[in-house]
């Protein structure tokens, strides 16, 4: 199934517990293939940032729980992701 979808176009946001290239849990947002300019784009709310290496966006989990509101600064980074998506 991998194989047959990202033969095509891929959206994905999702929750990553962490790994050695992100060292820490974090929600992520891509896109496959990136549009051009994607990486360029507006990243929201504060503290989401686009990783280089993993060719994602990042909104660490720790900056979501600290907020004094969670469910908007992640449905905010939710938003800006779907913004991005070339329909």
Do not use: C, D
């Not at 990202?6 to 820490?24: D, I, K, N, R």
């Not at 900056?63 to 908007?72: A, L, M, R």
């Not at 449905?75 to 329909?87: D, E, L, Q, T």
């Amino acid at each position: 199934m991998t194989q047959e979808a990202y033969s095509h176009e891929v959206t994905s946001l999702g929750f990553w517990s962490g790994s050695e290239a992100l060292p820490e849990a974090a929600f992520y947002a891509y896109l496959y293939p990136a549009p051009t300019g994607y990486k360029n784009a507006e990243v929201k709310p504060k503290g989401a940032y686009y990783h280089e290496t993993l060719r994602e966006f990042i909104l660490p989990y720790s900056i979501v729980q600290k907020s004094t509101n969670p469910e908007k600064r992640f449905w905010n980074f939710s938003i800006a992701h779907m913004k991005r998506v070339p329909f």
